[in-house]
C-alpha cells in the first residue's frame, strides 16, 4: 500500500491564481481530511469528509474548496490564492471500526503563495 | 479554536533521561490520540486513549488520560536522540476527525 501521497510537494503560486492539491489514499478509508500547519499554530482543520459525495467544513475553510466523488481521493481547491495561505498542507485519513483508530497521514504539500 | 494544548511548548533534555508532555483540553471527549511529526514531515499516529481508560503503554510510550480534569500526559521513557521531534495531542469528540494542538518541541542532546 501506498499509505496516503500528496501532490505536489512543492508550489509556488501568485496572488489570484487558483490550483488544486492532490491527496489519495490506497487503504479504503472512509474518513479524509485537510489541514493546514502553520508556525507556531498546529494544524488547522479545513475541511473533511466521511464519505463518498459527503464533505463538511472545518475551523478554516474561507478561501478553500473540496469534493468527495470517490473513496480514494479528495482534493482541495484554492480559489484565488493570497499570501495568508502561505502553509503547509496535510491530508489524512481514517476508518472505524466501532471507533477511531487514528489518522493516517500523507507527507504534505507546501505552498508559497506570492 | 484548538482543543488540546501542550505544555511545555519545547522541551530539551539529554539522551536517557525521561520526556514528559501534558494535555489539556477543554470539551468533553470521545479520545485522546497523540502524534509525532519530525521536521518536514508529516504527522505519525503513536498511541490512542479512549475517554474509559486511565492509563495505556506502547513499548516506551506511556500514556494517561484524566478526564475529571481533562488532561492527558505522554511519558517517553529512556530517551534517544531519534526521539527528537514535535509531538501533538489530538482530541476527538464524535466527528472522527481529531482537533489537534500547537505542539510540543523535543530536543534530545546524544
Known amino acids: 500500500n501506498a499509505g496516503v501521497t500528496q501532490t505536489p510537494k512543492f508550489q509556488v503560486l501568485k496572488t489570484g491564481q487558483s490550483m488544486t492539491l492532490q491527496c489519495a489514499q490506497d487503504?479504503?478509508?472512509?474518513?479524509m481530511s485537510w489541514y493546514r500547519q502553520d508556525p507556531g499554530m498546529g494544524l488547522r482543520l479545513i475541511h473533511y469528509?466521511?464519505?463518498?459525495?459527503?464533505?463538511d467544513q472545518g475551523e478554516v475553510p474561507n478561501g478553500y474548496n473540496v469534493s468527495r466523488s470517490t473513496t480514494e481521493d479528495f482534493p482541495l481547491r484554492l480559489l484565488s490564492a493570497a499570501p495568508s495561505q502561505t502553509s503547509v498542507y496535510f491530508c489524512a485519513s481514517s476508518y472505524s471500526s466501532g471507533t477511531t483508530i487514528g489518522q493516517f497521514f500523507g507527507p504534505g504539500t507546501r505552498l508559497t503563495v506570492l | 479554536s484548538q482543543q488540546g494544548e501542550e505544555d511545555p511548548q519545547a522541551l530539551s533534555i539529554q539522551e536517557g533521561e525521561n520526556a514528559t508532555m501534558n494535555c489539556s483540553y477543554k470539551?468533553?471527549?470521545?479520545?485522546l490520540q497523540w502524534y509525532r511529526q519530525n521536521s518536514g514531515r508529516g504527522l505519525v499516529h503513536l498511541i490512542l486513549?479512549?475517554?474509559?481508560?486511565r492509563e495505556k503503554h506502547s513499548g516506551r510510550l506511556r500514556v494517561t488520560l484524566d478526564t475529571s480534569k481533562k488532561s492527558s500526559s505522554l511519558l517517553i521513557t529512556a530517551s534517544r536522540a531519534a526521539d527528537t521531534a514535535s509531538y501533538f495531542c489530538a482530541t476527538e469528540e464524535g466527528s472522527y476527525i481529531p482537533t489537534f494542538g500547537r505542539g510540543t518541541s523535543l530536543i534530545v542532546h546524544p
Open positions: 469528509s466521511v464519505g463518498a459525495g459527503i464533505t
Open positions: 486513549i479512549r475517554s474509559n481508560e
Open positions: 487503504m479504503n478509508h472512509e474518513y
Open positions: 470539551t468533553s471527549i470521545n479520545n
